[in-house]
């Protein structure tokens, strides 16, 4: 079955730097990949996604890059601000009408003042 | 945008008790559910995938007889956490795909505590 790798598992950033979390994939079917972030005890919110058919999407501060040669995309955000902490989470979701979702073991990203 | 609700949002339980966890689509028909379970600090574990009408396929190492799931309308999945135990205490949460392919929308979670 398909796996997801995230790194780094920790990141500390200054408020206004930029943070990026890198993920890979194994199955080279997966065809579209969603980044989540979830705040304690609540459920994940999608932030951006990316389908396989297109290298780069931006939404303001954030980005999503994807390069299916390597199987690798990553999140980039950009001046970040203390409300961008939390966990993030990247995840691949399979090709056809499976509709499941494999996740990154997440990212706890802090944002320091 | 599409709503998913699941009831309760807690429970605490004893254990060898069993504990039913409902995940509703609330504006939309909903033939595959997912079930997830998130430990802390940790990511989302896929348990099962719940189909309306027929069998949930669980995911390798999830036990399908202390796990029931049974969907039995398009908009309506059940969990049921049969003889539990503390080590089943856990956040779990529900996910169902939209009508635009892609979308998929979760549920606010249950934490479950069991004693």
């Known amino acids: 079955g398909e796996n997801v790798e995230q790194h780094p598992s920790t990141l500390s950033v200054q408020e206004g730097d930029s943070a990026v979390i890198k993920c890979t994939y194994s199955d080279s079917a997966s065809n579209y990949f969603p980044w989540y972030k979830q705040e304690l005890g609540k459920r994940p919110q999608l932030i951006i996604d990316?389908?396989?058919?297109?290298g780069e999407k931006k939404d303001q501060r954030i980005a999503v890059t994807l390069n299916k040669t390597a199987k690798h995309f990553s999140l980039h955000i950009t001046e970040t601000q203390p409300e961008d902490s939390a966990v993030y989470f990247c995840a691949s979701q399979g090709g056809g009408s499976n509709y499941k979702l494999t996740f990154g073991k997440g990212t706890l990203l802090t944002v320091n003042p | 945008g599409a709503v998913v609700s699941q009831h309760p949002s807690w429970v605490i339980c004893k254990s060898g008790t069993s504990v039913k966890i409902e995940c509703r689509s609330l504006?939309?028909?909903?033939?595959?559910m997912f079930w997830y379970r998130q430990f802390p600090k940790q990511s989302l574990m896929l348990m099962a995938t719940s189909n309306e009408g027929s069998k949930a396929t669980y995911e390798q190492g999830v036990e399908k007889d202390k796990f029931l799931i049974n969907h039995a309308s398009l908009t309506l999945s059940t969990l049921t956490v049969t003889s539990a135990h503390p080590e089943d205490s856990s956040f779990y949460i529900c996910?169902?795909?939209?009508?635009?392919?892609?979308?998929?929308?979760f549920g606010p979670g249950t934490r479950l505590t069991v004693t």
């Open positions: 996910s169902a795909p939209g009508q635009v392919i892609y979308e998929q929308y």
């Open positions: 990316i389908r396989s058919n297109v």
């Open positions: 504006d939309f028909q909903a033939t595959t």
